[in-house]
């Protein structure tokens, strides 16, 4: 009979080589009358999940493509077909290969594979061996490498800008500076940091300076470092991310940190607290010192996105007890953050002010629906544009009321509410974005009483204002092109060509 071997090896003991695995199942194949003509193998793979085991995935996608010329599977064990956390999920597979007509036998279990109730339990039970297995050996290691950090050793990942990995022998005498790529080959090595070149010594401390002394913005120290050309490691240019890893990882104050992250078993990364860090200070010479780093953290600390909703909430009762009126919208106020915070914590300003227990005198009942039926036209007319766009097969990227369209540029959307001047002329008020004079614009106007849309009107550009601009018939006339639905709004677009 013809059959596949599934081979696995991860950093298990030796009884677990590929070469073992295949003996084994060689002679399994031997006593069974089965002729292998197929190997599956994932070395150097955890058995944890089907992800990251190309392997098994291309076994089960010839099992369910009918591309599979063998009837049965010879597997080592139960725990080289997977240590899955979850049992059902290694059964979830062998019953995929059953339903094919092709049976898995395990080669090293003193049961057989048949069916039988016997079977099923012994299954159950060494699937559940080897999950917990996973998880006990997995807080082992763990704790291990908790022990390791706290007598100042570096367990694994790379140095980062400004510093080097230091090798050390068993002694703890240094060895040798490792380069990128090179590690350790002695199990009685060990690593710990040190300092890098002196001039990226110097951007860190410089980093420090331009946040803490300078006040500049993580982006900007960002763009100004990019600008200077000074690269990020070998290649890489200066993020804000990056910039926000050297001001916040308390490594540059010479201690070793372990456990910032956890990702147990193949889960997600989770960030765990300070509390559950593990810190060895003074390890190594710092690049700046413990009272720096603490003033960035509180300043940090201090900025508008890692204030928690319940402290922007009481700065905004705060404001408005001390000066009787609503926050200015969409102005800065001192350190208060931005009203556009608020409406993105908290799903729009009525709901901040009701969390307070406040009722601004400008937004009465009739002023709020008056809100949300504009915001509901606007809403319509960017699906009406939506579904222009796509009949006319037009390419697009979708923003925030928005539309990139390919090779004919970026088209804004705003909506224009009518009112009439004393004089008795009509006249309409769009609030407009900064960018909007980059770009063409879409002004949706709507007819008097704002409840309905009266026409569309393209403008390849738009005055450049703090709030926005008004509109008349004849300005609208001279500028811009009117359209009566979303459809001629497209054809007017495709039409004039760039």
Request: glycine share 8%.
């Amino acid at each position: 009979m013809r059959a596949a071997e599934y081979v696995r090896v991860s950093t298990d003991l030796q009884q677990y080589s590929i070469v073992n695995q295949q003996a084994a199942i060689v002679e399994y194949a031997a006593q069974h009358n089965f002729e292998i003509v197929k190997t599956y193998s994932d070395p150097a793979k955890s058995g944890l999940d089907i992800k990251h085991r190309p392997g098994l995935q291309s076994l089960i996608d010839d099992v369910l493509g009918g591309r599979a010329d063998f009837q049965a599977v010879l597997v080592f064990d139960i725990s080289r077909w997977g240590r899955f956390q979850d049992g059902d999920e290694a059964a979830c597979y062998e019953f995929l290969c059953r339903r094919a007509g092709i049976a898995v036998h395990y080669c090293a279990e003193p049961f057989p594979n048949d069916g039988s109730s016997a079977s099923l339990v012994l299954k159950m039970v060494k699937r559940a061996m080897a999950a917990e297995y996973s998880r006990e050996l997995s807080a082992k290691t763990h704790a291990g490498q908790c022990r390791l950090v706290a007598i100042g050793f570096k367990i694994g990942g790379i140095a980062g800008f400004g510093l080097r990995r230091l090798l050390l022998d068993s002694k703890g005498q240094p060895k040798m500076v490792l380069q990128e790529g090179e590690h350790k080959n002695l199990a009685t090595d060990r690593v710990t940091y040190t300092l890098g070149p002196d001039e990226e010594v110097r951007v860190v401390r410089e980093i420090y300076s331009m946040f803490l002394d300078q006040n500049m913005s993580r982006y900007k120290i960002a763009r100004l470092l990019n600008e200077r050309g000074i690269k990020y490691g070998k290649f890489g240019s200066w993020t804000f991310y990056r910039v926000d890893l050297i001001l916040t990882h308390p490594k540059y104050t010479g201690c070793i940190v372990f456990n910032r992250t956890s990702a147990k078993l193949k889960s997600k990364v989770v960030y765990n607290s300070r509390e559950q860090w593990v810190v060895r200070p003074d390890t190594f010479p710092a690049i700046v010192s413990q009272d720096v780093f603490n003033r960035v953290q509180a300043k940090l600390d201090n900025s508008v996105n890692r204030r928690s909703d319940e402290r922007l909430l009481v700065e905004l009762k705060t404001y408005i007890q001390t000066h009787g009126k609503p926050l200015p919208v969409p102005a800065h106020v001192g350190n208060l953050a931005a009203p556009s915070t608020y409406v993105r914590r908290f799903g729009g300003w009525m709901r901040a002010y009701e969390k307070i227990q406040y009722q601004p005198a400008r937004y009465t009942p009739a002023t709020l629906e008056k809100y949300r039926r504009v915001a509901a036209l606007r809403m319509n007319a960017m699906a009406e544009l939506r579904q222009a766009f796509l009949n006319n097969h037009v390419r697009f990227v979708e923003g925030k009321m928005q539309f990139n369209l390919r090779g004919r540029g970026r088209f804004l959307l705003e909506v224009a509410r009518s009112y009439t001047t004393k004089k008795g002329i009509v006249r309409w008020t769009v609030h407009s974005k900064r960018l909007s004079p980059k770009y063409g614009v879409i002004v949706n106007r709507l007819q008097q009483g704002n409840s309905l849309v009266k026409d569309f009107v393209i403008l390849p550009k738009v005055p450049r204002t703090t709030w926005g601009f008004w509109l008349s018939d004849e300005l609208v006339e001279q500028a811009g092109t009117i359209c009566r639905s979303a459809g001629e709004v497209v054809g007017a677009i495709i039409a004039a060509r760039p």
